[in-house]
Nanobody, 124 residues
Framework: QAQLVESGGGLVQAGDSLRLSCATP????????MAWFRQAPGKEREFVAA????????YNDGSVKGRFTISKDNRKSTVYLQMNNLESEDTAVYYC?????????????????WGQGTQVTVSS
């Protein structure tokens, strides 16, 4: 299984920006659909954004739309999540995940590979 390693989390204030990175083995992002999920304490894992192997993006239509942007660099085999205008409700552990093409992008069970997660804490 592909090893996914997230980085870039931290403690920020409301209104700040962060960029998360997910490093993957070579060519992973060219073969798999990639996504970011998040999980806050006491809550279920929530879909944030996905990018297909050909670059099509899908976003959570709720609170992150218009503030978060998913992208990838095929040469670096890395997926990014740019998060702007962060809110306290964005506080969570953010996970990178990989799925076989053709599976539903927003459902956690579609994803067979997961990273260890990176903590994002937004103070108000």
């Amino acid at each position: 299984q592909a090893q996914l390693v997230e980085s870039g989390g931290g403690l920020v204030q409301a209104g700040d920006s962060l960029r998360l990175s997910c490093a993957t083995p070579p060519k992973t992002v060219m073969w798999y659909n990639m996504a970011w999920f998040r999980q806050a304490p006491g809550k279920e894992r929530e879909f944030v954004a996905a990018i297909s192997r050909i670059g099509t993006t899908t976003y959570n239509d709720g609170s992150v739309k218009g503030r978060f942007t998913i992208s990838k660099d095929n040469r670096k085999s890395t997926v990014y999540l740019q998060m702007n205008n962060l809110e306290s409700e964005d506080t969570a552990v953010y996970y990178c995940a990989a799925a076989q093409p053709g599976t539903p992008a927003t459902i956690p069970s579609s994803y067979s590979n997961w990273g260890q997660g990176t903590q994002v804490t937004v103070s108000s």
